[in-house]
Every structure is written in structure tokens, then in C-alpha cells.
């Protein structure tokens, strides 16, 4: 049997935990897009044929292709193209460059978008643009720049286009706003709910916008070696938002596997919209690229926490919460519910612990997001129930906001990956990106090695830290676990889907602060090049993007 494709000459991590296949091998074959051997590259030479495209990767490191378990991908690809990114920003000064190379050239009246993904402790300056800063820059377009969900500062033009008064301020919540000396707003919208309030004064994108950006979010996640994700769903979406990525995906332009989690979009029309979706949807069922895994992260909206920010549990919300998760367990629907703090860790374990008595947990693989302040006590109980967790690298942005809530102490096992790993908990890797974090998953890689916040800090344990094959198999076969596709995807052996990236540099042998500058130099999803750069660029047919 022949390959269609067969790469020469590599360091290839295979991730496989499959009797027979090596760990490491050095070269690759593909046929009908999935993996059709590994092994040395005098044994792949012999699959050639002459239809056989050979690529020579001199040397390169090969990773299976990461699997983010928890991405805001669907809501950012409504706006993608309207934003710039600031998540590799060395300054701000760097950052409002960006923003004035925006205003030059884009057309009168647009505005011009940062929205999240970045934190000012990454800047020397350690702080955000104020108005004056962003006026300069850019005055006559309206600008906002968001800094995770603390606040968001829009320039004078910016606070004429979302009518920003002292009496519409006033009017929606004085709260919400920032004020100066004289009693006037000065364009900073504060929290979660200001950025949401500023949000609905935004220009909606059009369909055909909507669609071009989702596509061009696909692939710039294909650049930093993502072939896979689960969509979190989360706030400020709901049922309405999903056209574009099942058009892309239509076009045959979808460039990232999507496993999509549907959620409840607001408070009192959680039992209404999960109805709907049972009715209508088909849990873990779809095509190739974009299938419907479940429900999450918001189940509940009066639980949905944030690190820093007490959650009042009543009795009323327990009882609502079991309720919930007792009409989909029934239903046979996987759950991935979002929890940061104690007290909501606690009210969805007892709420799963009622609901195991009469369906079975484990067969659907529930999950809890984030999972940050789960103690030791918890983690049997979590083996117990087949749960899995579902971590990210946000106290790599959140670290301060977490150790004073918890004290520093707490923040070292926070949360307990060596104590889950060693319970046999299934935990996976991701980002939470866009808003409140970023997308680039060596960031979060960096994190998981080094337990180090974005300003330096080092905030995890020693023995809470991973080794980079356990952070690698986090961020690819146990996010796979999560999407039921194990055996499909984030490994390298022979049946699985040929999804994987050539890596611009050793994530095995660099430095580790080097880590956090690595990309994709040739991204295969399903055996065909969805990105290619440098010498690479030139040995592969890479898939078009429409439009281009």
C-alpha cells in the first residue's frame, strides 16, 4: 500500500499509547488522511510511489496536533477580522502602533478592536492605554481596547459612537463606568457587565463578515499548531451565534476539528433553552470538522463564577442545578461545567453525586472547567463519579486576583494537577482564550512547565508542575478524551487522523523560556497542509483559503 504523503527526516512525537508503535520516530506516511505508518525514514521511503509527495523536514520537531479543551472559538470568529491582537505585543507602546497603522488605513467610522487576550503586566509600562494615549493615535476612529474582562477603554471618538454621556452612564449603572475628578466618564467601562454593556453598542458584523473572519480564525489557530478544539460557549452567545461556523464549515473552509458545548445565554431561560437543544440537537453527532458534543459551560447562569468574586450558593440554586443536570444526564448528554471557586466545585460535585445515584456519569465523560480551587478531598470524590477536569493556563493572566482571594499558599496546588494525574483523574489542556486569555497554546504550555504568571511570578508548586511529554499529552490525547475521540485524534499512530504540526523550533530540547516563541511551520489536518510558512511553504499544497 502506498502513501499520499509521507514526511522524511524528522523528530516525531507520536503520543502514542499503542503496543508497537514507538514514542519517537523519524519520518511519517499518510494515506486517506489518516496515519498509515511511523517508523525510520529508510521504512517510510519504501511506501513511496510515484503520486508519493515527499517532504524532507530536516530535522524538524513533529507533534501531534494540539486539541484546545476549552476555546472561545465560535464568539471570536464573529468579529476576527475587526480585531488586533496584542498577544505577542513586547510594549505598549508596540500595541498603540498597531492601533495607528488601523486608523490609517481602515475606512472612516470603523472601529477599531483589542479585545482581550493580552494583560498589561506583559508591557514594561505594567499598565493599559489611557484615552489620551488611544486619541492620539487614532482621532477620528473610534477605538476599543479591552483588557481581559477588568475593563475596557475606548478613545474620545469611541465614546461618541457608543453615545457614552454622563447621564446614559448614570442612567445604565454608575458602577459600570470609571469617572474623573469633574464627575465626567473618561471611557472606561469597568467588569464583566461594563464590557457587555459596551459590547451591544458595537456594530453587528454581516454574515459573509461573520464567515470570512471565523475562517480566518481557524487558520491563524492552524498557525500555532491547534488542529482540534472544544468551543466553550460562554457569555454574551447564544443559540443565534452559530450560523457562521456551520457555513464554514459548509465551504469546506473549517481548518480546526470543532466540538461545540451549547449553553444556557441568560439567567431564567436555562430550562427553556435546554429543551430546545434536546430537541434539536444530537449530542456528539456531525461532520468531520464541527460536531456537537454537548452541553456547557454555562449550565447554570446564577453559578457561573469568577476567581476573585464570591458566589452566595442558596439552596434554591442547588436544587435547580441537580434538577438541570438530572434532565441531561437522562437525555445522554456530556456536560462541561465551568467552576473556578470552592464553593461552586462543591455544588456541582454534590449535584453530580445526586444525579450518579440514578445515571451513570462516567459513560458521558462530564467535566468541570477551569477547576482551579478543587482541594484534595475533592479529587476522590471526582474519580469516583469518571469525572474529568478540564484546566487552563488562566492563572498565568489571573495569578494576583487569585492569591488574594485564596492566599499563596492555596495558589500552589491550584489546582491539583499531580494529585488528579496520580488518582487517575482524566485532565486535559487549554487556553479560555479569546477575551480572557490568549490563544496561543505554547503560552499555556509555558505556564504548565514553569507555573509562572505572565509579569514572572512563580505561583505553582513544584510538584504541581508538568514535564513537557505530561503537558504535551494534556494538550492532545487527553483533550481528546474529552471529545469521546481518543482514538481519532491527538496521537500519531497508524489509524489515527493524520492532524499534526512541524514546530519552528525543539519543543523537547529549547530553553524553556523559548517555548512561548514557537509556531507551526506546516499544520496537516487530515493529511492535507492547512498551513504552511518558511522553506516549508514551498513543498506542500496548501489548502486555499476562499477569497485569497
Request: proline letters at 4%.
Amino acid at each position: 500500500m502506498t502513501a499520499d504523503l509521507i514526511l522524511l527526516d524528522g523528530e516525531i512525537t507520536t503520543g502514542a499509547a499503542t503496543r508497537g508503535v514507538p514514542d519517537r520516530a523519524a519520518a511519517l506516511a499518510v494515506r486517506a488522511g489518516r496515519v498509515l505508518a511511523v517508523g525510520s525514514t529508510a521504512d517510510i521511503r519504501r511506501l513511496a510511489g510515484p503520486e508519493t509527495a515527499v517532504v524532507d523536514l530536516g530535522g524538524r520537531c513533529v507533534i501531534p496536533g494540539l486539541v484546545d479543551n476549552h476555546i472561545h472559538f465560535v464568539r471570536a470568529g464573529l468579529t476576527w477580522n475587526s480585531e488586533l491582537r496584542w498577544e505577542r505585543c513586547p510594549s505598549l507602546a508596540a500595541g498603540l502602533a498597531t492601533i495607528a497603522e488601523a486608523a490609517r488605513v481602515r475606512p472612516a467610522g470603523e472601529w477599531v478592536l483589542v479585545i482581550g487576550g493580552w494583560h498589561e503586566h506583559q508591557f514594561p509600562e505594567k499598565r493599559g492605554p489611557n484615552r489620551a494615549e488611544l486619541d492620539q493615535v487614532a482621532p477620528e476612529q473610534p477605538v476599543l481596547v479591552q483588557m481581559m474582562y477588568d475593563w475596557a477603554q475606548v478613545n474620545t471618538a469611541g465614546m461618541r459612537a457608543a453615545g457614552i454621556t454622563a447621564e446614559v452612564a448614570r442612567e445604565a449603572g454608575a458602577h459600570l463606568f470609571e469617572w474623573d475628578d469633574q464627575g465626567v466618564p473618561t471611557g472606561r467601562v469597568l467588569g464583566m457587565e461594563g464590557c457587555k454593556w459596551l459590547y451591544a453598542r458595537l456594530p453587528t458584523e454581516t454574515a459573509e463578515q461573520q464567515v470570512a473572519s471565523t475562517a480566518r480564525l481557524s487558520r491563524d489557530l492552524n498557525r500555532f499548531a491547534v488542529t482540534a478544539l472544544i468551543d466553550g460557549g460562554g457569555v454574551n452567545t447564544g443559540p443565534d451565534v452559530y450560523d457562521a461556523v456551520y457555513e464554514v464549515d459548509r465551504r469546506g473552509q473549517l481548518t480546526v476539528r470543532t466540538f461545540l458545548t451549547v449553553h444556557a445565554s441568560a439567567r431564567g431561560r436555562e430550562h427553556e433553552e435546554i429543551a430546545g437543544y434536546l430537541r434539536y440537537g444530537r449530542a456528539r453527532h456531525g461532520s468531520e470538522t464541527l460536531r456537537l458534543l454537548g452541553f456547557g459551560e454555562v449550565v447554570l447562569y446564577g453559578l457561573h463564577d469568577r476567581v476573585h468574586t464570591r458566589v452566595d450558593v442558596t439552596d434554591a440554586d442547588r436544587d435547580e442545578l441537580t434538577a438541570l443536570f438530572t434532565t441531561l444526564a437522562a437525555n445522554g448528554w456530556p456536560v462541561q461545567m465551568h467552576a473556578h471557586r470552592p464553593e461552586i466545585i462543591e455544588t456541582i460535585l454534590t449535584a453530580c453525586e445526586a444525579v450518579n445515584a440514578r445515571h451513570r456519569l462516567a459513560p458521558l465523560r462530564w467535566g468541570i472547567v477551569h477547576g482551579e480551587m478543587i482541594d484534595a478531598e475533592q479529587v476522590g470524590r471526582i474519580r469516583a463519579l469518571g469525572l474529568g477536569v478540564l484546566t487552563q493556563s488562566l492563572l498565568r493572566f489571573l495569578g494576583s486576583q487569585a492569591i488574594g482571594a485564596f492566599g499563596a499558599e492555596r495558589v500552589r496546588d491550584a489546582p491539583p494537577l499531580r494529585a488528579l494525574l496520580d488518582a487517575g483523574v482524566p485532565v486535559s489542556a487549554g487556553t479560555d482564550a479569546m477575551r480572557g486569555a490568549s490563544y496561543d497554546p505554547f503560552t499555556s504550555l509555558h505556564f504548565y512547565l514553569t507555573g509562572r504568571t505572565i509579569g514572572g511570578e512563580r505561583i505553582v508548586a513544584e510538584e504541581n508542575l508538568l514535564d513537557r511529554a505530561e503537558a504535551l499529552r494534556l494538550y492532545t490525547r487527553g483533550s481528546a478524551w474529552n471529545c469521546f475521540a481518543e482514538h481519532e485524534i491527538g496521537a500519531l499512530a497508524p489509524g489515527f487522523r493524520a492532524d499534526l504540526a512541524v514546530l519552528s523550533d525543539d519543543y523537547f530540547t529549547t530553553d524553556v523560556d523559548k517555548i512561548v516563541a514557537i509556531e507551526s511551520e506546516l499544520t496537516l489536518l487530515g493529511g492535507r497542509a492547512v498551513h504552511a510558512s518558511g522553506d516549508l511553504a514551498s513543498t506542500v499544497d496548501v489548502l486555499p483559503e476562499e477569497g485569497r
